[in-house]
């Protein structure tokens, strides 16, 4: 059973999203915060252990997602962040997945969609609506990068969710030789992070969906 915690400022679409989601195959809500900083008090205080949060990105006067995303993925075994939300600009997309967040979705995906995206998520798959593939892929085409072989077979497994150590012995090199082949895709795609990165390739088509 997948647990999750949702993170949203208004009461009623936190009761909606609860509902959804404890209507999910596999899944269950183990709690709710109404902004960043709640959510982070919850994780810190192990108060509850979900495998995948739920995070709005606006939430009134409190913190609001993109930051409450960054200190969440910088905890000790973190859970994934998911991004669920109105807000579909290029700023806000690029800022989330920058933050770490493993996935971005609207809030007008239907329950299914959002299902997948929550499984693929607690897998630590790479998740974008397909809007937001398509306004990240439109930013990309002004200079789409170019990535060697082996730095694009690097990158497709980093989106199947391997880590370093396991994409060594996938490929019989070295994890040292991995890191270098990893700085030198974060530098081709302008980015910092391992979700990121899956991010640009796949809205690039550099890579294709895990």
Avoid: C, W
């Avoid at 209507?23 to 109404?34: I, N, R």
């Avoid at 192990?46 to 409450?68: I, N, T």
């Avoid at 990068?145 to 391997?162: D, F, H, N, V």
């Amino acid at each position: 059973m997948i647990r999750v915690l949702l993170v949203d400022d208004h009461p009623v679409v936190r009761r909606g999203l609860r509902a959804m989601v404890d209507d999910l195959p596999g899944v269950t809500a183990v709690g709710e915060a109404a902004e960043g900083a709640e959510a982070l008090r919850l994780l810190e205080s192990l108060e509850v252990r979900p495998d995948v949060v739920l995070m709005d990105l606006q939430m009134g006067s409190g913190m609001h997602g993109v930051e409450a995303t960054r200190r969440i993925t910088a905890l000790p075994d973190p859970p994934a962040v998911l991004i669920l939300t109105t807000y579909s600009t290029d700023a806000d997309i690029l800022a989330a997945v920058e933050a770490g967040a493993t996935g971005y979705l609207l809030k007008d995906a239907p329950p299914e969609e959002v299902a997948v995206a929550v499984h693929a998520a607690a897998r630590g798959e790479t998740v974008l609506a397909p809007p937001v593939a398509a306004r990240l892929l439109g930013r990309v085409r002004a200079g789409r990068p170019t990535l060697s072989p082996r730095e694009a077979e690097i990158l497709q497994l980093l989106a199947e969710g391997l880590a370093n150590r396991q994409i060594s012995k996938r490929l019989f090199i070295s994890e040292a030789t991995v890191k270098t082949h990893l700085v030198h895709i974060y530098d081709k795609l302008g980015v910092d992070s391992r979700t990121s990165a899956v991010a640009a390739g796949l809205s690039s088509g550099l890579i294709r969906p895990a």
